[in-house]
Every structure is written in C-alpha cells, then in structure tokens.
C-alpha cells in the first residue's frame, strides 16, 4: 500500500498528529492503494471564498472535497485522488457545538473528506446513511468517540 499524503496547515494548527493513524487506517479498511492526496487547513474567510466560487454558497462551511476521480474503485498505478480543505474555526466551533474534542471533530472531516475524495456522497438518504454509517464505524474502530 503506498497512500502519499500531505497536510498542509496554512491555519497554524499544530496538533494534529493523530491523523496519520486516521488516514492510514481509513485507506487500508477500503483496499485502497497507490494514491496521493493533500489536507490543507485554512481559515474561515478563505473557505468562505472558496465555497461561494465553486459551490455558490455564500457562506463558510467546514470541509471542501475537490475530487480528481469521482468512483469508488480505483485501479490506477499511482492515483491523485484530490484535495481537501478544511476550516480549522469552523472545526474548533463545530467541536465546542457537538461537545466533542477537536481531535474528533478534525478526525471526522478528514474522514468524510477522503471518503468523498473516493466517490462515497450523501445526496439522498440512502447514500447519506451508508457515509456517515462508514465514517462512524471508522471513528469507533479508532477509539475516538
């Protein structure tokens, strides 16, 4: 298995060392190898702009997936998946909201950005429950709760 990530914090958050566990643990559970990826950690206004331009929300949100690939069944030599940015005040505000820590919220968005990076959606209610069904089933097989 040779998953290349990056995480890119242009926020300056530094706690966030648990993720690697996340990633690879995510990647090896779905059978998928050879691919690429970059996190990047950015600030409220930032993905304001960013979801009002490619989204046409005019308003912040918590995690963008720009997918390169949009199936679940991936067969390339050395597959670029795409990028995900989440909103480090956004996941600090959502943490403090759900009363959870950071380090499961920040688990949770990375989670559902791959999953999304890999074509998984949550549309319709019968998509919606097999992603968050698999996002759960992640987290808790991790211990975070």
């Known amino acids: 298995m040779n998953i290349d990530y990056e995480i890119i914090d242009e926020y300056g958050y530094d706690e966030y060392d648990y993720l690697n566990e996340v990633i690879e643990y995510t990647m090896k559970k779905l059978k998928i190898k050879d691919s690429l990826f970059d996190i990047i950690f950015i600030d409220d206004e930032k993905m304001h702009e960013m979801n009002k331009q490619y989204r046409g929300i005019d308003r912040t949100t918590d995690v963008l997936s720009f997918a390169l690939n ?3 069944h991936i067969d390339a ?10 909103s480090i005040p956004k996941m600090k505000s959502q943490a403090l909201e759900y009363g959870h820590s950071e380090k499961r919220e920040l688990s949770f968005l990375v989670l559902h950005g791959i999953l999304h990076l890999l074509g998984y959606d949550h549309m319709n209610e019968e998509d919606e429950k097999i992603m968050f069904g698999l996002q759960k089933e992640i987290l808790e097989e991790l211990g975070i709760r």
Do not use: A, H, Q, R
């Open 70 to 72: 949009d199936n679940k």
């Open 77 to 86: 030599i050395m597959n670029s998946l795409g990028d995900i940015f989440i």
